[in-house]
């Protein structure tokens, strides 16, 4: 058989098996979405038991996770480029699984911080390695799918794995009689997170079924040119992206604070119990997701001929400005049904507006230093955002001798991330269709100057 039938019999069996791939992937995201769900339910028999302020708890939940997930990233993704990517892919859930584990058999927040970031540690790889591994098991319009089964089933996925946490977290109790006699004492938060650990012990050995995909060689004469390339370009469109970083990464600040407090606020405000919380965090998400996702695709089918190019960076700036009128309406919540209400109503303006973030990026940025203007962005995104759960735990500490005072840093810092979202990003406007053209040139005669 010739290299050239060879090529043609791969593509035929590709594509049972690369969606295969696509499916534990998706199992995988699924999975490693759960660990702060969880323990956003049990913030409060956690922080009694441990002896914690809202402030530790917003360390936990946010910092300490999303550090070490920006950290790990590149080495991890230097790995999977180099070795097999589900071995790599392995070690990462087997790290994640393990450091779950710990968390529930910490003593102290020493210890819960230390396992708590080693659970970011292993959560790092996924999303680089899923991204390297797509274009590698798909080509065309099929890889374009993949992706956005991929976007959609994690968006969608969030609300019904806070759902299931909110069920693991009432169940546990039932099944202590299976649990060994040493763990059958321990508090339900400890029970729950041990729980949640155990189905890493199959998602590793069957991420090793998995087929290793051919890699594409592609000559590249000097390596070292593409990476040089990508700071010329930022500095000479540098309004543009610092416009467009600063202001997504408030976004994710202020959703960091209003999902990560959230099921706290209705728990210890409300009188809501956890089943009731998640079941409602979950159904806020689930809608949201999908109302904004109806929104955003007959948005741009409505206005891509109105708003040509601009449409992204109007898009985000939109989300920014509804969001933060969401954000204040929030505080006017009192039953637990009022509150998820604003949860939901918010997550859907975010939701709307974010949802060409992708497009934004990918179309200001040439092909050539395409992935590392969009690492950027990620890697800024996760290190602002895990702050916004830090800094509501420390406002509401301040705020304890009000009844209402986690209710009201939680939306109030919130409004004030998205208001600077706002403000931030209203220079793009006047940059981002220039930067595109600029892109697009780039593309086409790569040796002309990026100014």
């Known amino acids: 058989m010739t290299a050239h039938e060879q090529a043609d019999a791969a593509r035929e069996v590709a594509p049972t ?9 998706m199992m995988l995201a699924l999975y490693t979405m759960a660990d702060r769900p969880m323990l956003n339910l049990q913030v409060e028999p956690l922080r009694k038991d ?23 990233g590149y080495p991890i993704a230097w790995l999977a480029d180099r070795f097999d990517r589900r071995i790599v892919l392995a070690a990462s859930i087997a790290v994640w699984s393990t450091a ?29 390695i899923s991204l390297a591994m797509i274009p590698e098991l798909f080509r065309g319009a099929q890889r374009h799918l993949a992706n956005s089964v991929m976007l959609l089933a994690g968006r969608l996925g969030v609300g019904v794995i806070v759902a299931l946490c909110g069920w693991l977290l ?9 649990f060994p006699d040493a763990l059958q004492a321990l508090p339900a938060w400890r029970l729950a997170l041990l729980a949640l650990a155990l189905p890493g012990a199959i998602l590793v050995p069957l991420l090793l079924t998995l087929p290793r995909p051919a890699r594409q060689q592609q000559a590249t004469p000097n390596p070292a040119a593409p990476r040089a390339a990508v700071l010329p370009y930022l500095r000479a469109h540098r309004l543009a992206f610092a416009s467009f970083y ?28 956890p089943l009731q919380a998640g079941n409602g965090m979950g159904a806020a998400t689930i809608a949201a997701t999908v109302v904004g996702f109806v929104i955003a695709q007959l948005g741009y089918r409505q206005f891509a001929s109105r708003l040509g190019a601009n449409l992204p960076a109007k898009a985000l700036l939109a989300a920014a400005i509804l969001s933060a ?28 507006g974010t949802l060409l973030f992708p497009l934004a990026l990918q179309e200001m940025a040439p092909a050539s230093v395409r992935g590392r203007t969009i690492a950027i962005s990620v890697t800024l ?23 209402d005072g986690l209710l009201l840093a939680m939306a109030g810092t919130g409004f004030v991330a998205m208001v600077a979202s706002s403000v931030l990003l209203i220079p793009l406007l006047g940059r981002y269709e220039a930067t595109v053209v600029a892109a697009r040139r780039q593309e086409e005669y790569p040796d002309a100057r990026t100014g």
């Open 100 to 128: 779950l584990a710990l968390m529930g058999l910490a003593r102290n927040f020493e210890e819960l911080f230390i396992a708590s970031a080693f659970v970011g540690a292993g959560e790092a790889g996924l999303v680089p």
């Open 170 to 178: 009432v169940s546990v109790d039932g099944w202590r009689a299976g």
């Open 325 to 352: 009128v969401m954000a204040a309406a929030i505080t006017l919540a009192r039953t637990p049904a009022q509150l998820f209400l604003g949860v939901g109503t918010f997550l859907t303006m975010v939701m709307a």
């Open 381 to 403: 995104n996760i290190v602002v955002g895990s702050l916004g759960p830090a800094v509501v735990g420390a406002v509401s500490d301040q705020l304890k001798g009000q009844p």
């Open 50 to 72: 441990l002896g914690l302020s809202d402030f530790q708890i917003g360390l936990v939940q946010g910092v300490s996770v999303a550090l070490f997930t920006a950290f790990f």
């Open 17 to 25: 098996l690369a969606w295969w791939t696509v499916l534990v992937l």
């Open 246 to 273: 600063s202001g997504v990464a408030c976004l994710a600040f202020g959703v960091g604070c209003i999902l990560n407090f959230a099921p706290a606020v209705a728990m210890r405000q409300m009188a809501a119990t």
